[in-house]
């Protein structure tokens, strides 16, 4: 464990993001089983697990794309187990997809600014000249200088690499200026380059903010991340800093099929 995170384990931040008993039914078939989750101010909580072990799952419901069957949901101390998406986004909680969801059609700088027009009412302006934008520059270039896209400021989204435009969709999703940053797989298909600047990133990101990410990569997990739920057939399985849920035998079970070293 790095330093920066023993660091920031000595205090104790409040619970900002906090699930009771959730629980989802399909049918005759229980994706989720009374989960209970708390995600702290920041600090970088990892939900990690086998395929099929309901991690999408948790994460639609805790960003209300899907209701519970049970249990209860706060965030920042507010219940909202039944609020909509959108109102939940606005409250705070806000989800990268594992899927890059960018325009490709507008560059760099333009994708930032229309995620800037959302958090500062302009969007819903139509009146207003297109030159409006213009003051959303400087708020747009900082924060296309801080995940390291300065020099693909003016180029098309459609002509970055794929690596490149999920760095730009952190880019976009930090223009809504989150309390509870949802990120499902940031690293997934990058290159080494690519995930040291979104690892680096979301570590500065929790400085200021709680980080909830699903990633498949345990290194980064092993580095990045204060608290580690490990789920399977949509339950708990354990929980704690990375080197307790490793050493734990029923972890090693199952993502390997095997408890021996």
């Not at 699930?19 to 994706?31: E, P």
């Not at 223009?175 to 509870?180: F, G, N, Y």
Request: hydrophobic residues 40%; proline residues 3%.
């Amino acid at each position: 464990m790095n330093a920066s995170v023993e660091q920031m384990e000595r205090s104790e931040p409040r619970v900002v993001l906090s699930a009771r008993g959730l629980r989802r039914d399909f049918g005759g078939f229980t994706a989720v089983r009374d989960v209970d989750l708390d995600v702290h101010d920041r600090r970088v909580h990892a939900l990690i697990g086998p395929n099929g072990a309901g991690k999408t799952t948790v994460f639609n419901l805790l960003t209300k794309f899907l209701q519970p069957t049970a249990g209860k949901i706060t965030l920042l101390g507010e219940d909202i187990t039944r609020t909509v998406p959108d109102k939940v986004a606005r409250k705070g909680l806000v989800r990268s997809f594992q899927i890059s969801a960018v325009f490709p059609q507008l560059s760099v700088l333009d994708n930032v600014r229309v995620a800037l027009q959302r958090k500062s009412g302009l969007a819903h302006q139509f009146w207003r000249p297109l030159s409006a934008l213009n003051q959303l520059n400087s708020h747009a270039e900082n924060l296309i200088a801080t995940v390291g896209l300065t020099r693909e400021r003016d180029v098309l989204a459609a002509d970055l690499s794929y690596g490149r435009k999920r760095v730009l969709e952190m880019a976009t999703t930090l223009a809504l200026d989150p309390k509870v940053l949802l990120l499902d797989e940031p690293l997934a298909g990058m290159g080494q380059e690519d995930i040291g600047t979104i690892a680096n990133l979301i570590r500065e990101v929790a400085a200021t903010r709680a980080v909830l990410m699903v990633e498949h990569n345990l290194s980064v997990v092993a580095d990045l991340c204060h608290h580690v739920t490990v789920l399977q057939r949509g339950e708990i399985l354990a929980e704690g800093n990375y080197d307790t849920v490793s050493r734990d035998p029923r972890v090693r079970t199952a993502y390997m099929g095997t408890e021996e070293d």
